[in-house]
């Protein structure tokens, strides 16, 4: 347990650092271009980790620190939930870019199947080895991009899936 926190404490040193603080809440980001380069760089050996997009270029402003932080929480979700794949998909949708985030692990917890939005609130999805902080930080990093998120129904009727929308 120590060692997983503390690993995720080295990682968000890491993006810290990798960041330019003076500009860090308010850099041009092609999120397109982000995903893909930090699936390539930062996907661990046991989670294969799939990128598709229809759209080369849409920049949103924002923390390049918090889009690393919440994909990073996405991954750490789908290798708890023991997906074998996690899958990021961004296309259009009503002229916004909508990024699904999808894997084929045990899915959404029976204690959320009436109100999978709680799932978002601070500390409910804690447990044993996490904390409960990493949904609540996606959904609250989102509101400064100017974007939601929603739980759609599981791709392959297995796992979750996630689908954000950026203006």
Same mark, same amino acid.
């Given at each position: 347990?120590?060692?997983?926190?503390?690993?995720?404490?080295?990682?968000?040193?890491?993006?810290?650092?990798?960041?330019? *603080?003076?500009?860090?809440?308010?850099? &041009?980001?092609?999120?397109?271009?982000?995903? !893909?380069?930090?699936?390539?760089?930062?996907?661990? &050996?046991? *989670?294969?980790?799939? /990128?598709?997009?229809?759209?080369?270029?849409? @920049? @949103?402003?924002?923390?390049? *620190?918090?889009?690393?932080?919440?994909?990073?929480?996405?991954? =750490?979700?789908?290798? !708890?939930?023991?997906?074998?794949?996690?899958?990021?998909?961004?296309?259009?949708?009503?002229?916004?870019?909508? @990024?699904?985030?999808?894997?084929?692990?045990?899915?959404?917890?029976?204690?959320?199947?009436?109100?999978?939005?709680?799932?978002?609130?601070?500390?409910?999805?804690?447990?044993?080895?996490?904390?409960? /902080?990493?949904?609540?930080?996606?959904?609250?990093?989102?509101?400064? /991009?100017?974007?939601?998120?929603?739980?759609?129904?599981?791709?392959?009727?297995?796992?979750?899936?996630? =689908?954000?929308?950026?203006?």
């Amino acid at each position: 347990k120590i060692r997983n926190l503390s690993l995720k404490s080295l990682k968000a040193t890491d993006l810290i650092l990798t960041c330019d *603080l003076a500009m860090a809440d308010s850099q &041009k980001i092609n999120l397109p271009l982000f995903i !893909d380069g930090y699936i390539k760089n930062e996907a661990p &050996k046991n *989670l294969t980790c799939h /990128f598709k997009s229809n759209e080369n270029f849409f @920049v @949103v402003i924002g923390s390049k *620190l918090d889009l690393g932080l919440m994909l990073d929480n996405f991954i =750490r979700n789908a290798q !708890d939930w023991k997906a074998k794949n996690m899958w990021i998909e961004c296309g259009k949708i009503d002229g916004m870019l909508g @990024v699904d985030v999808y894997d084929d692990g045990l899915g959404l917890s029976d204690k959320f199947k009436d109100n999978p939005d709680e799932i978002f609130n601070f500390a409910a999805t804690g447990k044993s080895d996490g904390t409960g /902080f990493g949904m609540y930080l996606i959904r609250e990093s989102l509101k400064s /991009f100017d974007a939601t998120i929603s739980i759609e129904e599981p791709v392959n009727n297995k796992g979750i899936h996630f =689908r954000m929308l950026f203006r």
